[in-house]
């Protein structure tokens, strides 16, 4: 028997970032957006755990038991008392350290197809304190739609999507470290007084109206400046998309793969031709959020 679990990347449509907490974390209101751009983890029985990964960026993925897959089979398998005897194979499409959340799909997807292979059942709230456990977005992955993360970001509200949102991605030619992006962030801050993060009324309004000019609008990123300032060639990119009519450009997450918002397919095909011309990214994509969250693909292999 096989499982198979469909997983989205995400954008963040906006990043309220606070000071630097004593656990060196940082109190946000991330409010995430998931994506049509999936990555696949297929879980069948093994005598012990392994992990392989096939892929555009399968060589910069970790097949040790510091995948966040791996991680999240060890997790469940302890819980339940049993030996994470499985073998994880990841179709991964997501760019890796791109800021899209590619390894946290991946522990997401890995935890609800071995819960389907083990038939462990475990409840949605279980699933999600697996999840948090296992990063601060990964959640996030569980979940998907579009919801505000607070606290680390763990901690989320499903929030109401009022329509299709038309994306183009850039991705970057080397990758960025998140801690490494937030400890940027702490050096451009300090000193500065960092307002409480606080999720702005207008982008919800403009998510559940689903109005991508109010969206364009009010997308943010309190980590962009960070993210631009350890790669600052990311600014051409932000500039290219904007100059061929994206409505916004902003960098998702930690980056550094940059996202921009379009009005319509037509728009988007506009943006990604002008992007692949421009010479300042590596690889261009489409997506339409929002999407679901991890979803089981393979219905005869639940048992
Ligand atoms: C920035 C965001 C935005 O959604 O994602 P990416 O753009 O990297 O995908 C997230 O906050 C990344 O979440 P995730 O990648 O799950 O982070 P974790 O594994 O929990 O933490 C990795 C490291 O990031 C930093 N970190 C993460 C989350 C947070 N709220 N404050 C932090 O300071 C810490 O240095 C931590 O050690
Ligand atoms: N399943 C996984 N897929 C990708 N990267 C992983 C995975 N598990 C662990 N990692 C590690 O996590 C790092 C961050 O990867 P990723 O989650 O793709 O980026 P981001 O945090 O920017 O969204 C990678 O450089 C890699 O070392």
Redesign the pocket.
């Known amino acids: 028997m096989t499982v198979t679990v469909r997983v989205p990347a ?1 954008v ?1 449509v906006q ?1 309220a ?1 606070a000071a ?2 004593p656990d ?5 209101a ?1 409010v ?1 957006l998931a994506v049509g751009l999936y990555d696949e983890v297929t879980a069948t029985p093994a005598d012990e755990l392994r992990i392989t990964c096939e892929g555009r960026d399968a060589d910069q993925v970790p097949l040790d038991r510091t995948n966040l897959a791996a991680r999240a089979a060890i997790a469940l398998a302890e819980r339940y008392g049993r030996g994470p005897d499985v073998h994880l194979h990841i179709a991964k499409d997501i760019p890796v350290a ?7 799909a991946d522990g997401a997807g890995a935890l609800v197809a071995c819960d389907a292979l083990w038939g462990t059942h475990a409840s949605q709230a279980e699933l999600l304190e697996i999840c948090a456990e ?5 959640p ?1 992955s569980l979940v998907g739609g579009a919801a505000l ?1 607070v ?4 901690r989320l509200t499903p929030l109401e999507v009022g329509g299709a949102f038309h994306w183009v991605f850039a991705t970057a030619v080397r990758g960025l470290s ?2 490494a ?3 940027e962030f702490d050096r451009l801050t300090a000193g500065t007084e960092v307002p409480d993060p606080v999720a702005s009324a207008e982008l919800l309004d403009a998510l559940a109206k689903g109005d991508v000019d109010a969206l364009a609008a009010t997308v943010s990123n309190d ?1 962009q400046p960070a993210a631009l300032s350890l790669f600052p060639e990311l600014t051409a990119t932000l500039d290219a998309g904007r100059a061929a009519g994206a409505l916004a450009a902003l960098v ?4 550094p793969t940059t996202a921009f918002l379009v009005r319509d397919p037509a728009g988007a095909q506009a943006v990604a031709a002008a992007l692949a011309a421009s010479g300042t990214c590596r690889n261009v994509r489409t997506a339409v959020g929002p999407a679901p969250g991890a979803t089981v693909v393979t219905p005869d292999g639940l048992n």
């Open positions: 995400k963040n990043l970032v630097s907490r060196g974390f940082h109190d946000l991330n995430f791109g800021g899209m959340a590619g390894g946290s296992l990063g601060s977005d990964v996030f993360g606290g680390r970001g763990e998140t801690p992006v937030y400890r980590l998702s997450g930690s980056g």
